[in-house]
């Protein structure tokens, strides 16, 4: 890891458009509410990876045409970066595998896109090198779902 002081909007915003393109092969929109100029001490490489991540499950596992939102924001000494899909959501049992190593979760990508069970794993490690965590929420079976990544602000 390479820690340096870096704007997490401006990246945020980076991955968001990359992902845009991917998104639009399955008609999606990614909608983003991203408050601008957050510095954070991070890894720039890695903190895209994990955003990237939870973008790209939230595309997977969602059905053609619908949208995606990123919201980011500051909140005291946190910033906290939330990615909202209208998906096949997840189960309790889902929501306690889902950061676990080669966890292979009930949702299916819904466009035959592929899934090692890693990127949740990996998203989980990026987070806590950085002193902070992430979280799943869902209303359970088709109701969505909610990834979050909290940072401290340095």
């Known amino acids: 890891y390479r820690f340096e002081p870096l704007d997490f909007s401006e990246l945020t915003n980076r991955v968001i458009s990359t992902n845009s393109v991917l998104a639009s092969k399955k008609q999606q929109k990614i909608k983003s ?14 903190l895209s990876e994990l955003i990237d991540n939870f973008l790209n499950n939230a595309i997977k596992y969602s059905p053609r045409g619908e949208n995606i939102t990123v919201v980011l924001e500051k909140k005291g000494e946190k910033v906290i ?3 909202k899909d209208k998906g096949q959501g997840m189960t309790i049992e889902d929501m306690n595998n889902a950061f676990k ?8 990508p819904t466009g035959n896109e ?6 949740l794993w ?3 490690e990026i987070a806590e090198s950085h002193g902070g965590n992430v979280k799943v929420k869902s209303k359970g079976k088709d109701k969505g779902t909610i990834f979050t990544f909290e940072l401290p602000i340095f």
């Open 81 to 83: 970066l939330e990615v």
């Open 101 to 108: 190593r080669f966890s292979r979760l009930s949702a299916k």
């Open 114 to 119: 592929v899934s090692t069970g890693l990127g």
């Open 33 to 46: 509410s991203v408050e601008a100029n957050i510095l954070v001490n991070g890894d720039k490489t890695r």
């Open 122 to 124: 990996i998203a989980k």
